[in-house]
């Protein structure tokens, strides 16, 4: 590491050193090639590499040795083009990216330095990659590098360049510069240190703008003052500080005092040799702000409202300094000549210059360019741009001072850095060896003894001179040439220089990869010429031709004389204490200090006068931007194109009294380049997104501004469309908003008004009732049809009131008694064959909402007495259709209401089919379950056949049954299939309130058939058999009620105390009336279970239970009985066969049970039986008979004579059984009456004539007995 140099931290010397290590050692292992080799340019003419028509820089030999570098073989480290304008490395194949640098130092010995360390620099960083990069380094001017326009539309945009600081704030101003902050901060957070401490601390009023690092210094320039000591000595002169410890010197020394010793020299030498300056560029402004600034001024003070530049301030230094030195010929230019040109003989910008109306080209026609003022025979003092090492390291007198110390590293103000006694080191070595450690005093010995100092005075180079280890040694020292350096007067000096800036397009952001890359490029280029680690800035700036200390803080400089550092550390910018500032090059250009001094200097103005004209420029130069004339006020241009007035798209306005053109605020634009304060408003409709924009955009579809100034265009609030792009409305309910347009939602959905999107579009509530009412329809219409398609409606009873046949439904029949048509039904399942014909309706009419009336076909009453409480009706689907209703609505009516409702449902839901989408399974599901509920209706209907009054109670008698007789099984047909009085009675008590004063007909089709259904036994082992005692013949007209009164009073009269369990044969009760034909004997009567059951041992008797009219004594079967009942008792062949007894409600006619009304009846049908004659219901059993007689000896005539006779007997025996009880009558009468004569006309007129009781006439309307049909029926027997 360099001598100079305090590390900042100890990890960052660490890396530093190590990274440094890495590179020369991986640099060592690369040979020389073509590749490496620098080529020169001269614009587009090719110079070549290194070699013929190549310049070695003096300063050379003084450079670091690299690791790379051959002996013997030049390269552009150390050697240099002196007419190229760039060079470069690699070739600028495709693909490869492109490292520009742009340096304005020119290619010389004098500043030949700086280039040379740039090109080494960028060889150590991309030598070795130029498969991927070419380099370019261009050697411009200081113009270009501050003015060219770079990083736009077809112009350069270098990765780095390197300008002076003044023009830093032009490229600032011009957005231009890319600041560092980003790079700074990441350096930090990398290396624990920050960047900008190794900077000078002067260096943010150079490169820091409002906060930003803009720049990295990279040159120190600043101006410092020599002088020749051997004249001032001469002339017994004090030396200048600090070569004076008198501090009366120190005081004493200003720009006046200066001045004086400047004249005593040029009147001693000759004019012009008491101080030398050059007018270069603009020399003489830095020079003079050092004045002002010593005074206590500056360029200008800022106040809130304008800048105001006092230059009044340096009025001493122009009549103290500036004046006695012009006017008594005191100062000379570098070329030994007049200070600026065109004075002697004055040019004619000189004499309008002088006149106060030179032009810029008048004023910069007076500068001198002289490289440096020590090219001359310094005599006096002079102002130079560095120290120059030809002249100041000289060889130093011998001492006579004596040892007045030991040996130590440190006497009298010198520092020992090298103290080196093995020997073999050469003068020149030696003198090497104090540039690379920066001392500035060497002794040798001329054998090989080299010991390196760093000393701050003369009288303590000459102590140290005197040291014992030191004695023997020649010194060459600064301190020893007739050159030194003084302070400067007045405290302050000029502070300039040259720093590293990253260009960048207007755009703050990296628009590309390529922006990006090239800008990471950039920052690399600055770290590695900042490294510390590297030599490229310590030798660009010590080894010009001028040298200074490279740009660090002054703590770490240590190898400059005292007066250097002092110079450095009381230099400032010639702005300073207020920042950069983009004018300060044109204040460069016009040069008002120059016009001042010379108007001052040479002119008829007075000082006052000419400086007040330089701060009035200066004031025009810093005044802001006059809005009223910015066509051609110089502030009004905008600095990045460099044109007046603010771009399109911008605004002006004014900021800490600077022009600056903002881009209009979104919502606004400015369609032409201007000084407005403000941009335009957007009109309504349209609308402005970016800043700057330079005109407004019409809003999109579906979009609105709705008020001027818009920075978008806003959608309508949802649910709302543009209307002409500058207001909304609202979509009606049932439409969406969509890309600007109210869209209807689809069939079956709505919406609300301000819908915004098509999921606002929800389902129709009429919709989800749509489905549930078509599922409701078409259920409604499954269950109506059965209806419409002849229904079966239960029976619950048929019966006659008031001679009307009543028929009542175990429901709602449905007729209605405003049918327009007559209404017919058909009865089935009536155990009645006179209803149940299929081909034969009956009419009705409604009674009741569960009673008809049963009409004929000519709409009047039937009067027959039909009795049945089962069944089932039936209407024609005529009348259904027009005559049956339900809620009062016909249903005809109805079905085509609900058809219509269907269809109309259906094509509606069809039309919305989007919306019956997701309740299609809905529908489906409700629709498949119309069927099921059809079914279920039906089911539910069918148990109402099951749950009419007579069939709940037989289900009830059944398990009573089921109790009584848990197992019925079939038993041998006859007489084992009898039943007791109780089960007859028993039977009669549970279905009285049905049977009433019904016959055997409506029990046995009623009661019996369903009861036996089951087992399909008969009723006697459905209950209990028993053998039978008596066999019944009886009539089944008779009603049912009478027929068993009858039987009870027998088992009364016969059965004593035991009378429940008299057991009767009753065929309705004992024969199996699901096979009648096998209880009929399959035709033989003789085998049938009633002559079985008659001709049964355990038989005692016939009971034939008679009705008031005998009717028994009429049928075929009641008297094939008796005859066999007679035969049997005429036989004799059974002693206790009691033979045929006559039973009546009223009781047994034998025993003096029956009216006399009885008696005569059976009497009056006795003298009519006729065998021949009697009639049965089915025609076969009257044949079977009928045969079956005829087959016996006399036939009919015999078989009648015999059981006329037999019945005769029996009513003999009534009457007999009469008289015994008319006779106990009237005994009884006589006990009881007294005996008082009665006279028999009394009696006879008070009994009156007999009266002969007329029978009643069977009714003129009679109707066939029921006929057997598929159903077991009864036979007439039964």
Known sequence: SSGFVNHRKASVSFLSCMKFAALRAVLGLVQVSAHWHWIAWRGSEKLGSPGPGWLKLDTAPKFRNLSWEVEGIPNAYRYYHPNATSYTLGSPANGRKTIELWQPFEEDSYDGAVGANLRAALQILYGDDLERYFVNLTSTDWETVGSYPICQAKQPCPNVVLLGTTQVASRVSAERALPLN?????????????????????????YQFKGDWIAAPFITDTRLLGFNRTTLEAMGLDLPPPHNQNRSTELEWTWSRLAEIACQISRSYGDGKGIVMTSDWDEDFKLFMSMVHSAGGALYKKSPESRTCDLNTGADAVEDFWKPIFQNNCVSGGDGGSYWSGVSPPSEAFNRTLRGTPSEADLMSLSKYVTTAQDLDTIGFFLSTGVNEDTSLKACKTTSRNNSGSDSSVVAGCATIVFDRRGGRSLSSCKQLMHDVLADTVAHDGEGTCAVLSCKSIWQLERSQSLRSLKHLQFYSELCSDILYADFPGFFSFLGGAGLMVPKPVSSSCTDVEECSRREEGWRIIEELRNSSSPWMLQANTMKAARLPPPLPLTLIKDFPASVLSALERAIPPQYPNNPRPEMDRIEREKPMRLALVRAIYGNASTEEALGEASEIVNDILSPCNASDWLSDPSCAYAPDGLQGCPEGHFFELQDLDMVCQPCPVGKFDPSRSVTRACKNCSRGTYSSVRGSTECTACGPGMIASEEGQRYCSYCPVGSVPKAGAECYDCPADFYEDAGSCLPCSPGFQSGTRSSTRAACSRKPEVGFLILGLIAEVTTLVLVLPILFRRSVPIADMHVDCERVVLKTWARHRVSRWSPLPVKVYLRDTGDTRLDNPKVPFRVRVRHAEELWLLDESNNHISIDFNTSMGSLQLSMASTFFGASTHFLPIGLQVILLLVAIVWTAITLASWHEAT??????LVIGLSGSPLAAIMYACTWRSRFQSTPIARRLTHFREKLRDQNPAPTSCERGPARAVSAAQISDLLCYFEDFIRQRNMYYVGSN?????????????AELAGPHSVQWFVSHFWGMAFKDFVASLRHLADDIGNLDRKNVTFWVCSLSNNQWKVQSELGEGDPLKSSFYLALQSPSCKGTAMVLDASAEPLTRSWCLFEVFQTCLITSSGSREDFSGLLLCTPQGVLQHGGASLDAVMGVAEQLSKISLQDATAT???????????????????????????????????????????????????LDRALPSVPVS???LGQACGPPVTKRRSTPSSLELPMPKRGSTPFFSDAV
Do not use: W
Request: some cysteine; glycine content about 4%.
């Open 182 to 206: 980003d790079y700074f901060q990441e350096f930090l957070e990398t290396h624990l240190a920050r960047f900008q401490d190794d900077f000078p601390s002067i260096s943010s009023y150079q």
């Open 917 to 922: 989408e997701e309740l299609l399974g809905v």
């Open 1007 to 1019: 009661i019996l058939l369903p009861l036996t259904r089951p087992e399909r036994l008969s009723y």
């Open 1178 to 1228: 089915r025609l076969k059993d009257k044949e079977m008979i009928d045969s079956c007689v005829l087959a016996l000896p006399g036939g009919f005539r015999s078989v009648n004579v015999f059981v006329r006779d037999c019945i005769k007997e029996a009513l003999e025996t009534v009457h007999q059984s009469f008289e015994g009880d008319y006779t106990n009558l009237v005994q009884a």
């Open 1240 to 1242: 028999p006309v009394l």
